[in-house]
Structures are given as C-alpha cells and as structure tokens.
C-alpha cells in the first residue's frame, strides 16, 4: 500500500470515527431531550393537578358562603322536595354528599342550620340508609353508623321495617332522626369537606 492509498484510509477512518462521535453525540442529546420533555410533561401535570385543586378550593369556597362552615365541612340547604335519590344525586353533582351528622355537636349545629334556612317544621333527608341489609343503618360511604340519633321516647325509630330505608332529620323533634320511605318527597342539605 502506497502512502496516498494509506492516507486516505487514514482520513476515512478518522471521518468515520467523527461521524460515529457525532451520532452518539446526537444520541445523548436525543435522550437528553426526551428526558427533558418527560420533566416538562411531569411538571404541567403537576400544575394540572394544582389548579384543579385551586379551583376546587374556590367552588368550596363559593359554596360555603352561602351555606354554613363547621369544623371541616360546610353544610348548603336546598328547599327543593325530592325524594331521597334525586337529592343525593344532586348532592354528589355539587361535590357533596347528602349531610350525615358525624357526633352530637354536628347534628346539632345542622339542626340549627335546617331551622334557620329550610324552616322550622321540616324534615331533611340524612346521607343514611339501611337499604343493603335491613336495620343495619349506614353512611353514604358504605360504613356502618358510627353516630346516631333516632326518636326513642314517643316513636320508637327507626320503625318502618323494609317500607322505610332512608333517614330523615326532623325539625320539630328537635334534630331527632326517622326513617321514612325513600321515594317521599323532602328538602336537604349537602354537605362538603373542606380543608
């Protein structure tokens, strides 16, 4: 091999070597972006998922000014009678659920709140029920009562067997809790978590 015949293998090896140097180099650089854009597509989820906290937020907000806060939760009143799974339904398309006193004082400040917004001689529906097993009293969330406050003294509640699945909360029985058939007719109140 001449010198001429072994320069120009010479600079093909050397131009070879560029080229595969600037292939990887493309390569990192391909991966570098591609790891960038994932970052970047990370990050607007994030914000995604920020906003639409935000404006959760907001619409709670919203909500509770018309309603009522207590500790952890806000209780709106809707004076439209429908039976209980029409306002549940609406509850849950507000954000909400029907309004299920957890403890004493709840039930309590809800009573208030029912008397001053809805009336004092009505009955609201409660987010309870016993429709999967009969006298097994439950919350919307499937759990078992935790918390209740039926009419014992005069009534005895809850009496209505399997015609009467759905909890009502009475305002002139103080707060106190019947069970009624679930297809009547009666006002509500939605409650929602707030943080």
């Excluded at 595969?20 to 607007?44: F, G, P, Y």
């Excluded at 952890?72 to 429908?82: P, S, Y």
């Excluded at 398309?93 to 029912?114: F, I, M, R, S």
Aim: with cysteine; proline share 2%.
């Amino acid at each position: 091999m001449d010198v001429k015949a072994a320069l120009v293998v010479v600079c093909l090896l050397v131009l070879g070597q560029c080229t595969l140097q600037e292939t990887a180099s493309k390569k990192r650089n391909v991966k570098k972006d591609s790891a960038a854009m994932e970052e970047m597509k990370k990050q607007i989820s994030n914000i995604i998922m920020e906003l639409n906290v935000l404006k959760e937020q907001q619409a709670l907000q919203t909500v509770c000014l018309r309603g009522m806060k207590i500790l952890g939760k806000c209780f709106l009143a809707d004076h439209v009678k429908k039976n209980f799974h029409s306002a549940s339904d609406d509850c849950i398309a507000k954000g909400g659920t029907l309004a299920t006193p957890l403890n004493l004082d709840e039930n309590e400040q809800l009573y208030n709140y029912v008397r001053q917004s809805i009336g004092p001689e009505e009955h609201i529906w409660l987010g309870i029920n016993d429709m999967v097993t009969e006298g097994v009293w439950s919350e919307n969330t499937g759990m078992v009562l935790r918390y209740a406050n039926w009419e014992t003294e005069i009534t005895h509640q809850p009496d209505g067997a399997t015609r009467q699945n759905c909890a009502t909360m009475s305002t002139r029985a103080k707060g106190k809790w019947f069970d009624e058939n679930c297809k009547e007719e009666k006002a509500s109140v939605c409650e929602f978590n707030i943080v």
